[in-house]
């Protein structure tokens, strides 16, 4: 596929061309105008403008990422996304509203895979884009598989298990997994953390906590007593697989 003049974000993410991304969006401006510089970039864009609308059309084209408008008409933006969920584990980005910390905390906590707050600029939408989808789809050359304990986790795939059952990760929720995997017994702060496995050099630190809090709830035998992904006061998080620690939460 080509696609002339492609925008510098475009740079370097040309295996990206041509996937999918269904936009739902019930305000035309905001739609027209992201839709554009999505295929622009050489996505192919599907749009719905309401709940229902999205449901129809994530079953019929089958996209490799919905971003998907947290306030709709019909059926609210987490109730979609929580009926999306019900079918496939398709990235979710979810738009929400400038300086609402609940709205982008019960995304996070409904598994989203990033947000991004209203109003925002087409091309940070598009690096977000990037950045999930590649994560997402993994990179191209194979990677080692890791194994510690009952815990398996294959980079190609995108798939980890438990004991031989595969555990229900988000993209954030793998990468996070996946990083503490390749580093364990070291702490990180949640700077650290955002910065290392988000790629971003600065945004709201309550995304990790809520990403630190779900991936306990799929690994830890208990998450209200973790003892795999322990908490070091003042410092930062830590995975351990003796299962020691300095002070859990």
């Known amino acids: ?107 996070l906590e409904a598994g989203a895979d990033d947000y991004l707050s209203k109003p925002f600029s087409t091309r940070e939408l598009v690096l977000r884009v990037q950045s999930v989808l590649r994560r997402s789809i993994g990179e191209f050359t194979p990677e080692s598989v890791l194994e510690y304990g009952e815990f398996r986790l294959d980079p190609s795939a995108h798939v980890a298990t438990r004991a031989g059952v595969e555990l229900a990760l988000t993209a954030r929720e793998f990468d996070l997994f996946e990083f503490l995997l390749k580093h364990p017994n070291q702490v990180f702060s949640r700077e650290e953390l955002l910065r290392t496995v988000w790629g971003w050099t600065y945004g709201d630190l309550s995304t990790v906590t809520v990403h630190v809090r779900r991936l306990r709830e799929k690994i830890e035998r208990d998450p209200r007593s973790p003892v795999l992904l322990t908490t070091v006061w003042g410092v930062g998080y830590r995975f351990t697989m003796g299962g020691a620690s300095d002070a859990v939460v």
């Open 1 to 107: 596929m080509n696609v002339p003049h492609l925008p510098p974000s475009s740079i370097g993410n040309e295996d990206l061309v041509g996937r999918r991304v269904l936009l739902v969006d019930d305000d035309p401006t905001v739609a027209e105008v992201a839709s554009s510089y999505l295929r622009a970039t050489g996505f192919v864009v599907e749009e719905a403008s309401d709940g229902f609308a999205a449901l129809e059309a994530a079953e019929r084209v089958a996209p490799d990422l919905i971003v998907l408008d947290r306030m709709l008409p019909g059926i609210d933006g987490l109730e979609v996304f929580r009926r999306l969920r019900e079918r496939s584990s398709t990235p979710v980005i979810l738009l929400t509203a400038l300086g609402s910390e609940d709205d982008r905390i019960a995304g």
